[in-house]
């Protein structure tokens, strides 16, 4: 009979081993469902976030072109302002000694010739200024004789007599 407790005592032992077996078998299979649904979870969270990050970055790419072509822009707007320049002094160049022509051109009449000079034929300078002032009375008589027969006889009247 010893024999047969024993037996009943190893065969309850293995049915107590086989019931903790498949109760941490259940145990570790919840556990393992909870783990797949948490990666599953974190696999659509990471898909999700991928997506935005890659959404990000098409962003981020065509803020970098527009950019690359605002500073296009830019050195064009740049080299045009440098040729503007470049223009203007050109012009201002030309303005400058199209100026010392025209004064040139200008004085020529008075300026004396070296046979001139040596001649003694040159005019005092007083008498230069009598001339200069009479061709400017001569002309600013004839305008304001021309400018008084467009007028209307009454206005004409009036304006000579307060000059």
Same mark, same amino acid.
């Given at each position: 009979m010893a024999w047969q407790? !024993?037996?009943y005592g190893v065969a309850a032992a293995a049915l107590a081993v086989a019931a903790a077996i498949v109760f !941490?078998?259940?145990s570790l299979s919840r556990s393992v469902r909870r783990l797949e649904r948490t990666a599953d !979870?974190?696999?659509k969270e990471a898909e999700a976030s991928l997506r935005r990050c890659?959404?990000?970055a098409e962003e981020a790419r065509e803020t970098l072109a527009v950019t690359r072509e605002g500073l296009e822009g830019f050195a064009s707007l740049a080299?045009? %302002?440098r040729a503007l320049g470049e %223009?203007?002094?050109t012009a201002a160049k030309t303005t400058v000694r199209l100026t010392e022509?025209?004064?040139d051109c200008l004085a020529a009449p008075f300026r004396q010739t070296a046979g001139e000079e040596q001649a003694g034929e040159a005019a005092e300078?007083?008498?230069w200024v009598r001339l200069l002032r009479s061709v400017w009375k001569s002309r600013r008589d004839r305008s304001r004789s021309s400018s008084a027969e467009c007028r209307s006889p009454e206005t004409g009247a009036d304006q000579s007599e307060g000059e």
């Open positions: 407790v !024993a037996g !941490a078998m259940a !979870a974190v696999g890659g959404s990000l080299e045009g %302002a %223009a203007v002094h022509l025209y004064r300078p007083v008498e």
